[in-house]
């Protein structure tokens, strides 16, 4: 996915119009379980240049969860995280075109996402979930409360007073109060992804999904970010975090380990303090 397309994405810049009944998505039935992939491939190209990425996953993550995905470059860790946000949709069929039974599905709060047009998941990613990334993806000539406003303003149910109130306050809360009207390129890493964090958080998702949200940073700074990861979390947040830092994984209370695109462990532990 080029870098553009998932700032577009994730911003919601440039906006995605206000929608119709007609391209609302209906309500999805109520169910205990948050983010389910179900027998999820992933293919890239066709033919014999073809290359399985994830190769029938099978995951469920229920509300105030704490995971962290681990495993190899290559593994499958990103794609599966991209997929459970709606970032990307999963392969209807196999390379030769033969449809997967049971079908590859992806349901965020019970609602099958390939049911969605296009706009649809749109509106639900920008409900639902927050993201984080290893690159921020900030609008670098708009200020820090003007990225954290984003997400609000495209999902427009507050106005713009209260969308600006909001930012604030998230910003206040990671330490950034004085830095609301810095712009994002004169922000250090460190205050960029705390930036990033709160902009996550804007539209109070279900779900925040991280991928490598500590691999741009230092230590000091890497600790800071885990440690309001621990806070969330502790607050009942739903966290999904990709990670490639061993203790940073071993925060949250449940460890998936991916190889090959397969998940080949699923331990629930005590995380570390």
């Known amino acids: 996915m080029a870098p553009t397309e998932l700032h577009t994405r994730i911003t919601g810049v440039p906006p995605v119009p206000a929608p119709s009944e007609s ?5 999805a039935p109520k169910t205990a379980t948050l983010l389910e992939a179900q027998n999820v491939h992933r293919i890239l190209g066709s033919g014999d240049t073809s290359t399985d990425i994830l190769k029938g996953v099978n995951l469920s993550v229920h509300p105030g969860e704490y995971v962290s995905i681990v495993g190899a470059s290559g593994s499958g860790k990103s794609t599966l995280l991209y997929l459970l946000g709606g970032l990307d949709r999963p392969s209807r069929q196999t390379a030769a075109g033969q449809p997967f039974t049971p079908p590859s599905r992806i349901l965020i709060e019970g609602q099958d996402t390939a049911t969605l047009n296009d706009t649809q998941l749109a509106l639900v990613r920008n ?3 927050g993201f984080v990334f290893q690159f921020h993806y900030l609008l670098k000539e708009f200020t820090a409360q003007e990225n954290v406003a984003l997400p609000m303003l495209k999902l427009a149910k507050l106005s713009k007073s209260q969308i600006m109130d909001r930012a604030a306050t998230l910003l206040k809360r990671f330490g950034l109060g004085d830095k609301l009207k810095r712009r994002a390129n004169r922000l250090s890493g460190g205050e960029q992804q705390r930036v990033a ?6 539209n109070e998702p279900a779900v925040i999904l991280a991928d490598e949200p500590t691999g741009n ?3 000091k700074n890497s600790e800071l970010v885990a440690d309001i990861f621990q806070q969330l979390a502790s607050a009942g947040q739903t966290l999904i975090m990709v990670t490639h830092d061993p203790a940073f994984a071993h925060r949250a209370r449940r460890i998936i380990t991916m190889e090959d695109g397969n998940i080949i462990a699923d331990t629930q532990t005590t995380p570390a303090p």
């Open 23 to 27: 391209s609302a998505p209906a309500a």
């Open 127 to 129: 409900a639902k979930a």
């Open 197 to 202: 964090i709160a902009r996550a958080l804007a």
């Open 217 to 219: 940073l230092d230590r």
